[in-house]
């Protein structure tokens, strides 16, 4: 199957003199933020617009010396990687008009069962995300990693990331070693979510989607894991998270998923239709009809053209709908603030998708 790691293998091996920001496109490094050209300013009835991309990566290197001598030693990185939050990543983002970069750490660690070495690991990581995100503080912003496997300490991991480090929320995978994250093992740290009033950042991971036990088959001949696979590692959990009744549980729960939310948010009413026919099989779910909680779940505009991103406004709310692209892994060929303003909606919806609606959710100014 065709994995991120993949995608950052190509990204990493871009020429020295050139940066590949998720495009067939290259843009030139430079320290000075917008080297590249003037930065692109969005405007809806006149009105410039801040724009936010919610779904985007980094790395950290210092992790690889800690990592030294563990079993996850080869999955440390190291330094000159693009993805990291500099001045180099500006000159992408400033010629698609996009202000303003979310990222997350992108694997999760959950393979891990030492405790204190993911305490470590998790403390370096989320330090390291804050510094990033000062050196240019206006322009990005990061989640915290936590190590879910322990949700207990993942709950401390997450406060501690948004009110010491002033992390905007945290980032998980969608599953643990297999084990699904609706399981009341994990209430733990959907509680303290809540309590934190924080937004929680969804994104399968590679070791999810092969843990399906469905690779061959998903990739077949053509290399469809990663287009395939990830989506629907997003719609299984985003699933078992509506019918296992988590979302009735915590009601103001943030859940924010990548990839459009997968492919549930197409396909809502079998879901509906099946709790009709087969009520034992939705016991969890009292009060609502599943698609009818879709309406608390947040999702991202990675999912291409004008009319997919109309759909999900109409199916999740235009206010659960923000900006995405999986930068600097090459999802996107062009700016992602173009189809969001194709699409068949009202200039207001246009404005909340390409930021008012991640502002008020990362708790960030929506002045420029």
């Known amino acids: 199957m065709a994995t991120r790691r993949d995608f950052i293998k190509t990204v990493a091996g871009a020429s020295a003199g050139m940066f590949l920001l998720g495009s067939r496109r290259a843009f030139p490094q430079s320290s000075q933020p917008g080297a590249a050209g003037k930065r692109r300013e969005v405007r809806l009835g006149g009105k410039r617009i801040k724009t936010v991309d919610m779904h985007t990566h980094t790395t950290v290197p210092e992790v690889a010396d800690l990592l030294k001598g563990t079993p996850l030693e080869r999955r440390g990185g190291g330094g000159g990687n693009p993805m990291i939050l500099n ?19 992108n694997p999760s660690w959950y393979a891990s069962t030492d405790r204190d070495l993911m305490r470590r690991l998790m403390d370096l990581q989320n330090e390291k995300l804050a510094a990033q995100c000062k050196s240019f503080p206006d322009r990005f912003v990061a989640y915290a990693t936590v190590a879910l496997q322990f949700p207990d300490l993942a709950a401390e991991q997450l406060e501690e990331g948004v009110k010491r480090w002033g992390l905007k929320g945290g980032a998980i995978g969608t599953s643990v070693e297999g084990e699904d994250l609706s399981s009341p093992r994990y209430d733990p740290f959907w509680a303290k979510a809540q309590e934190l009033d924080t937004v929680v950042f969804v994104h399968p991971q590679v070791d999810a989607v092969n843990g399906l036990g469905l690779n061959k088959r998903i990739n077949g001949n053509s290399a469809a894991g990663g287009m395939i696979g990830n989506p629907l590692e997003t719609t299984i959990f985003l699933s078992h998270m509506i019918l296992d009744g988590v979302l009735d549980r915590f009601p103001l729960l943030k859940l924010f998923c990548a990839h459009g939310g997968g492919y549930l948010v197409s396909y809502p009413s079998r879901m509906d239709h099946g709790c009709l026919t087969f009520p034992q099989n939705c016991k969890d779910l009292p ?11 947040y999702v991202d505009t990675l999912v291409y053209t004008p009319e997919n991103i109309r759909h999900l406004a109409a199916v999740c709310g235009a206010d659960k709908v923000v900006m995405g692209t999986d930068q600097p892994i090459p999802w996107v060929n062009d700016s992602p603030v173009d189809p969001v303003l194709a699409a068949n909606l009202t200039d207001a919806e246009k404005a909340a998708i390409l930021g008012g609606n991640a502002c008020k959710l990362l708790g960030i100014p929506t002045s420029l």
């Open 87 to 105: 001045a180099d990543r500006l000159v992408r983002m400033d010629h698609d008009g996009v202000d303003v970069h979310a990222a997350s750490v």
């Open 287 to 297: 009060k609502k009809q599943p698609s009818e909680y879709l309406k608390q779940v």
